[in-house]
């Protein structure tokens, strides 16, 4: 209770520090308005069409080349829609700036146009929508391809705070101590509470070697902590086995990325080859990833031609997605373990064995991620992200915010973690042993 009374304290002040700034702009604003009033009407009679519009410029501006604002050309797309906007309202604003904004001479057109767009984004209100500028948008290629300087953490926005969706399995952050569900309130000195995911990952970012200081809350916990994380390379596996006891197999996919499919496979085989009576699935701690990957992994556990996982688009149209054959899993006795860092893909494919074969979850409730994104390039090397369906599990369940939550919970706890305790994982074998030995 005390842990929910601090977070909610937290909310709070995001709201009060919202509304001062808020209060604070109004004030600066009325300020200038007395200030600038008289003025401005004796502009708009010497120049009364000044404001009337914008001269179309004949060229584009280059997409990788730093643009003086003073030269750049501006190009715009004409459109003929039936509801207006005024969108000339953009073009005033970039004119007074280039006109009047004190730094006008070393201001960026490029980089303008980029803020412009991810202000466009961020009205959405989606926190999954994203614009990449060609250097991020090289970065999140390597992030998909399980190659990059970083932590190795995903993140979200969650109660409009930034979390730790999940510390990818041995990463500087899960040694550091950074676990799911973390809050996120301090970049170094930097508060997190006005970031987009993308702000605060460009500020968590950096090379191999140099150092992050984050200012975490963790679940349950009254006082924030301060960790220092040494950035590295992260290159991970997706997907691994062990053995366990009476051959039971350990198997855990940490992320969908490009190569899961070919790691599972030989996890697959490996499970096959020792004859194994029982597999614990673990998808803790895994962020998702490619959606067509958790199609394919989820095929080599579910019969083949039965649905995976439901698509609405923005038209209300939904369409299954079904398993495309190789299966060789689904004769064998599983448990899935869950926890709040399973997002996205790992949600998928935990909702279809729940929902297909009726397999028990073990955990903690999912973090709740129930949307598709398209990633779609764009011209220079930028690229952007735009959400363009809901998902539902096989029975229509839609999991937004919501999560998936486990038929046997089992909370993990500090100490557990300082311990090196997994009480989950211990429960995991106990149900997979009943599974294959019922009693009699």
Known sequence: MESENFEEKIKQEIIEDKEKKEKENMEKNLHLFKRYSSLLVIIFLVAGSFFLGYKKGQSNIPDNKNVPLEKAIIENKASSQNEKVDFSLFWKVWDLVKEKHIERNNLDAQKMVYGAINGMLSATGDPYSSFFNPEESKMFSQDIAGSFDGIGAELGIKDEILTVIAPLDGSPAQKAGIRSGDKILKIDEKSSLELTIDQAVDLIRGKKGTQVKLTILHSGDQETTEITVVRETIKLDSAKVEFKDDGIAYLKIIKFSDDVDVQFDSAMNKII????????????DNPGGLLDKSIKVASRMIAKGNVVVLEENNAGKKDSLHTIGGDKLSSIPMVVLINEGSAS????LAGALKDDRGITLIGEKTFGKGSVQQLMDLPGGSSVKITVAKWLTPKGDYIMEKGIAP??????TSDDYKNERDPQLDKAMEIIKEKINPVK
């Open 273 to 284: 080859a020792q004859k194994s009576k029982g597999i614990v699935l673990d998808l803790r």
């Open 345 to 348: 893909a790992s949600e998928i």
């Open 407 to 412: 038929d046997v919970e089992v909370k993990m």
